[in-house]
DNA sequence: ATGGCGCGCGCAGCGCGA
């Protein structure tokens, strides 16, 4: 089973992209996010049309999630179950008795002010309601734009990044309470590849220079984890005319 | 990293992302 990410940055936008890249990356499920459209927007038949089956949390203009699948989608849910919230920031469903979360965890825009705390509440939130799936689910694959790197090592200059928003000892911290019910994050899986981010600025020519961050995770419980055979970054995506500003990512689970 | 770009909204220029 091949699980992927994909923070699309509009999906409006990128959906010529998004074909192309399932037609060449036939995925088993894919986890969008920041659709940035409403649910009668979504482009159901030119994906229906590759093969996938679609699950939507939309929303306008902000946020919006996705699962695709090429096997049906079970027991679909929406958001954080308890948690009260404008935002269309989770989608979860399961394909072939794994349950799959495809996540856009807030920004945070800067240390200390509100949105950064609507964060850290949202990741207290996540931590929680994962600790419930796994008790359902034993098979879970939470997969999304985390909007944390992780390490230093995940960026590319820890210096300057030093206690910035993404990369703030509360954030990893958070970013850690998700791994402490028994997820680990697959990149850590397997050897870790020349080049780790997931994400560049727009700006400033930071991807022909490689100034990124690697922010897009896929977690897997244990019970996928000993499955993981590797874990990629297309940076191929990033190199096309209007891309997304963050790279697709894949883990391939075996048997 | 001072900012730089790209998106949506909506028709100018701003809020937001990371």
Same mark, same amino acid.
């Given at each position: 089973?091949?699980?992927?990410?994909?923070?699309? +940055?509009?999906?409006?936008?990128?959906?010529?992209?998004?074909?192309?890249?399932?037609?060449?990356?036939?995925?088993?499920?894919?986890?969008?996010?920041? =659709?940035?459209?409403?649910?009668?927007?979504?482009?159901?038949?030119?994906?229906?049309?590759?093969?996938?089956?679609?699950?939507?949390?939309?929303?306008?203009?902000? +946020?919006?999630?996705?699962?695709?699948?090429?096997?049906?989608?079970?027991?679909?849910?929406?958001?954080?179950?308890?948690?009260?919230?404008?935002?269309?920031?989770?989608?979860?469903?399961?394909?072939?008795?794994?349950?799959?979360?495809?996540?856009? !965890?807030? +920004?945070?825009? #800067?240390?200390?002010?509100?949105?950064? !705390?609507?964060?850290?509440?949202? =990741?207290?939130?996540?931590?929680?309601? =994962?600790?419930?799936?796994?008790?359902?689910?034993?098979?879970? #694959?939470? !997969?999304?734009?985390?909007? !944390?790197?992780?390490?230093?090592?995940?960026?590319?200059?820890?210096?300057?990044?030093?206690?910035?928003?993404?990369?703030?000892?509360? $954030?990893?911290?958070?970013?850690?309470?998700?791994?402490?019910?028994?997820?680990?994050?697959?990149?850590? =899986?397997?050897?870790?590849?020349?080049?780790?981010?997931?994400?560049?600025?727009?700006?400033?020519?930071?991807?022909?220079?490689?100034?990124?961050?690697?922010?897009?995770?896929?977690?897997?419980?244990?019970?996928?984890?000993?499955?993981?055979?590797?874990?990629?970054?297309?940076?191929?995506?990033?190199?096309?005319?209007?891309?997304?500003?963050?790279?697709?990512?894949? #883990?391939?689970?075996? $048997?």
């Amino acid at each position: 089973m091949k699980i992927a990410s994909w923070n699309v +940055n509009s999906l409006r936008v990128r959906l010529p992209h998004l074909l192309d890249w399932l037609r060449s990356n036939p995925v088993d499920v894919i986890g969008l996010q920041e =659709l940035k459209l409403q649910d009668d927007q979504f482009p159901l038949a030119e994906l229906a049309a590759l093969g996938y089956h679609a699950a939507v949390n939309g929303q306008k203009t902000y +946020n919006g999630v996705a699962l695709l699948s090429r096997r049906p989608l079970e027991r679909v849910e929406r958001d954080l179950p308890g948690f009260a919230d404008d935002h269309r920031r989770l989608i979860a469903a399961t394909v072939d008795g794994v349950r799959v979360i495809s996540a856009y !965890v807030p +920004n945070g825009q #800067a240390v200390g002010s509100e949105k950064y !705390v609507y964060k850290l509440r949202w =990741l207290e939130a996540l931590a929680g309601h =994962l600790s419930s799936e796994l008790a359902r689910s034993p098979q879970l #694959a939470v !997969v999304g734009d985390f909007n !944390v790197a992780p390490a230093d090592a995940d960026v590319h200059d820890p210096a300057a990044w030093d206690g910035q928003v993404l990369c703030s000892e509360p $954030e990893r911290a958070a970013f850690r309470a998700l791994l402490a019910p028994g997820m680990a994050d697959a990149f850590t =899986l397997v050897p870790r590849p020349e080049q780790p981010y997931t994400w560049w600025d727009y700006r400033a020519g930071a991807f022909h220079r490689n100034l990124g961050l690697r922010i897009d995770h896929i977690l897997l419980s244990s019970g996928l984890a000993g499955k993981c055979a590797s874990f990629q970054i297309d940076t191929a995506p990033r190199r096309l005319e209007r891309p997304s500003d963050h790279a697709p990512v894949i #883990a391939h689970l075996n $048997e």
